[in-house]
């Protein structure tokens, strides 16, 4: 029986957001239409790859893409908003970036005027992954970073963080983060 509420609860949370991800590409085809990109070969794509950025606007293919985890798991307005951030980004053309020019047009066409997003923990809005590494400090256990791939360094004995070198020379390590561990997974098997 619990199994078979488990299960049932698993469905309808993909359910649910695989509504979010189909509403929010209606709302990207949408917008690329009413900014007459669409008209001019530009599409809308899914990152399913990327873990760490939010969108991405690929002028040379004529596409925007949203990164599929984190639409996944932050609102569908907080998506939105990205999708509106990549259309400024189509519509100023490639020489611009973040520049005046672009933050003029993500005014008009919507989106706020923010080069980045800033991550729940650093105070903003958009929740993000943590990655599978985390860098802490040995002695107290503090985070520093999170990696989602393993650093290659080997050895942090000579290592220490810019301003900080008298608490963190010589006591850093790279550990797997408590989502990487199989021991914490909520699905382990009770014996």
């Not at 005014?107 to 993000?128: D, H, L, Q």
Request: charged share 30%; hydrophobic share 30%.
């Amino acid at each position: 029986m619990v199994d078979y509420i488990r299960s049932s609860n698993n469905n309808n949370s993909n359910l649910k957001s695989m509504n979010k991800l189909i509403e929010i590409q209606k709302f990207a085809q949408e917008k690329l239409e009413e900014w007459c990109l669409a008209g001019i070969g530009w599409k809308f794509v899914w990152d399913n790859k990327a873990t760490c950025r939010y969108g991405q606007c690929r002028y040379y293919k004529k596409e925007i893409g949203i990164t599929k985890k984190l639409a996944s798991i932050n609102t569908i307005e907080e998506s939105q908003d990205v999708v509106l951030h990549e259309i400024a980004h189509a519509l100023t053309g490639s020489g611009h970036g973040h520049d005046a020019v672009w933050k003029r047009m993500c005014i008009k066409v919507g989106a706020r005027p923010e080069r980045c997003y800033s991550s729940e923990e650093n105070g903003g809005t958009v929740k993000t992954i943590k990655g599978k590494w985390k860098l802490i400090n040995k002695d107290t256990g503090e985070v520093y970073r999170h990696y989602h791939r393993k650093p290659r360094r080997q050895r942090w004995d000579c290592i220490w963080l810019t301003g900080r070198k008298k608490e963190t020379y010589g006591k850093l390590q790279v550990v797997a983060n408590e989502l990487n561990n199989p021991d914490s997974s909520p699905y382990k098997i009770q014996s």
